[in-house]
């Protein structure tokens, strides 16, 4: 299950190119390697004989998942290299932004839906959580006000910077539009087309190539909206095989973005066909209403 991504990238871009025959110490199964050469074919870092390309060469001088780094190299294109380094580092830290004390639980989720207006997504819900610190000049107090660990951004904060040095020496110029939300998402798919879910009348979703059985993560901002195709970070297998940390895209983006990938025929879903009812974006708006009121006591009995 391991992600040899980086370690062979970082391997190719030294010139050494013969994998598997390389003198490994613990060598990996062969299985996980030809995996991660794949992979790296598809994102576009390696040509067909297995040789590092220009794209490639560049996303190797970022020390995190290749996919990470496509989408920065990526966001370029689309001018949100601010937003994506934002996005990349605030996944950089884990799952240890938010925290959720039993007395306090209610305050809690409303200050972490706060973030999520719109259903924007995972991604742009986390960029949110860090340009609102940012805006406060860092403030503690606000972490604290927000339940959100001010340790973990201030670790984010020291990977944002050193992924801005690095922008620096591949020479990717900065550019920001944090209001363009279809090109931030455009510039993840561009890295996480890979990780690609389509969602299925019964209810849970499937993904797209080498498929399989997958459920939205309970903590997502999406998991009561179910939108009908998603691109996550990671799987983690629980109870059930779960996405976390998802956003909404469009399938005719993957062609776009991946046509060496995605054919029409990959995208092209029966969009007569029932599909299960999220919570619908309509109830999605007035608890969104709910949480602008933060929250007086009368009005939140309104709401209910």
């Known amino acids: 299950r391991t992600n040899l991504g980086n370690v062979v990238l970082m391997l190719k871009s030294l010139g050494i190119n013969d994998l598997m025959n390389f003198d490994f110490m613990d060598p990996p199964p062969a299985e996980t390697l030809l995996r991660a050469l794949e992979q790296l074919y598809a994102l576009g870092a390696l040509n067909d004989r297995g ?28 001018k949100v290299v601010d937003e994506m380094l934002t996005i990349c580092a605030m996944l950089g830290i884990g799952n240890a932004v938010y925290y959720r004390p039993k007395d306090k639980a ?84 561009a890295g996480f087309f890979y990780h690609t ?45 779960y996405m976390r940390q998802i956003s909404e895209i469009k399938p005719e983006w993957l062609v776009e973005i991946a046509p060496h990938y995605y054919k029409m025929k990959d995208i092209e879903d029966g969009s007569s066909k029932k599909m299960p009812k999220g919570k619908g974006r309509s109830a999605i708006d007035a608890d969104e209403q709910f949480t602008r009121q933060l929250f007086p006591h009368d009005a939140a009995q309104k709401a209910t």
């Not at 040789?51 to 689309?78: C, H, I, N, Q, W």
Request: hydrophobic share 35%; charged share 25%.
């Open 197 to 241: 879910a389509k969602l299925q009348k019964q209810g849970h979703y499937r993904t797209v190539k080498n498929p399989q059985t997958v459920h939205i993560h309970p903590s997502s901002s999406l998991s009561q909206s179910l939108p009908r195709w998603v691109v996550y970070f990671e799987l983690v297998y629980t109870s059930k095989e």
């Open 51 to 78: 040789e590092l390309t220009k794209l490639g060469r560049r996303m190797a001088e970022f020390p995190m998942d290749p996919m990470l780094s496509k989408a920065v190299v990526a966001s370029e294109k689309y």
């Open 106 to 189: 209610v305050h809690a989720d409303n200050a972490k839906k706060t973030f999520h207006l719109g259903a924007v997504g995972d991604h742009i819900g986390l960029m949110n959580v860090y340009n609102t610190w940012r805006d406060t000049n860092f403030s503690t107090q606000w972490c604290y006000e927000n339940f959100v660990q001010v340790r973990s951004m201030k670790r984010a904060r020291d990977i944002r910077e050193q992924l801005e040095g690095l922008c620096d020496r591949v020479e990717i110029e900065q550019s920001s539009d944090p209001n363009n939300v279809d090109a931030i998402r455009k510039a993840l798919t």
